[in-house]
């Protein structure tokens, strides 16, 4: 079994050993990878959940999302409650479990998966994903928690926007059609920052030190997300590393 865990504690950080020790004491077979996001990025998140669960793979791996900003309301919050967990199971097999947060399930929402409720403590630790969702986790995992709960409202993920940015610089956009026809120059605006672009069918089909918009390597369902890619440098640098969720807008 494949499990992948997404979350914002950061690369390298004690929090995903300490994440994967409780894993892999519940899920001893489990090969455990981790992918970290920035924090409370919840954005940068459900894109990495939907690449991950709608690419291809063993039909038995799972995806432990957790980025819990608990911004779902701004009073005081009792025993270190948040944001609820929920999972979704694809036809495909693939099991994910993550807390409903933000955008972090948008993706998977906005393809006509289901997102149900789990029936698990939203509280009780401030470090809920190594002291109270493994256990459902496991649960989901071994069948024993099936059916799932009600279906969860999940809002849409942003539209034309800063979806996920790489370990290049590459910034990843929910863009998923081109601004404009293959060879036409375009400005493109991230954030308060602007720079040319040529529109094209591939990231590298410009000349060194330029910047592309052309499909990239994300997408799943037939839709392929656009990448604004510059080529011996960095798209996020130039856009002054545009948090995901910021609108790209073609001038």
């Keep these: 079994m494949l499990l992948t865990v997404v979350a ?72 270190n409650a948040g944001e609820r967990l929920a999972a979704a199971r694809l036809d495909s097999g693939v099991l994910v479990v993550g807390v409903n947060s933000g955008a972090s399930l948008s993706f998977l929402a906005a393809e006509g998966v289901p997102i149900r ?26 069948g024993s928690l099936n059916p799932l709960g009600d279906v969860l409202p999940v809002g849409p993920p942003p539209k034309q926007a800063v979806a996920y940015t790489d370990g290049y610089g590459n910034i990843k956009t929910t863009w998923d059609s081109a601004p404009a026809p293959a060879g036409s120059l375009i400005r493109v605006r991230v954030g308060d920052r602007e720079s040319s672009a040529t529109v094209s069918d591939g990231v590298f089909a410009v000349p060194a030190g330029a910047m592309s918009f052309a499909p990239g390597s994300s997408g799943w369902n037939g839709r392929v997300f656009y990448e604004l890619l510059s080529r011996g440098g960095s798209a996020a640098r130039i856009f002054g590393h545009p948090p995901a969720g910021t609108p790209v807008e073609i001038m």
């Design 8 to 79: 914002d504690y950061g690369s390298g950080d004690l929090a995903f050993a300490e994440v994967r020790q409780r894993l892999a004491t519940l899920l001893p077979t489990a090969e455990v990878i981790t992918v970290p996001v920035p924090a409370f990025d919840t954005v940068s998140a459900g894109f990495c959940v939907a690449q991950l669960a709608f690419g291809e793979g063993p039909a038995d791996r799972i995806i432990y999302a957790n980025v819990a900003p608990r911004q779902d309301h701004d009073e005081p919050r009792a025993n």
């Design 117 to 142: 409720a789990v029936d698990v403590a939203d509280h009780g630790s401030q470090f809920r994903s190594r002291d109270v969702f493994p256990a459902a986790l496991a649960d989901l995992a071994n």
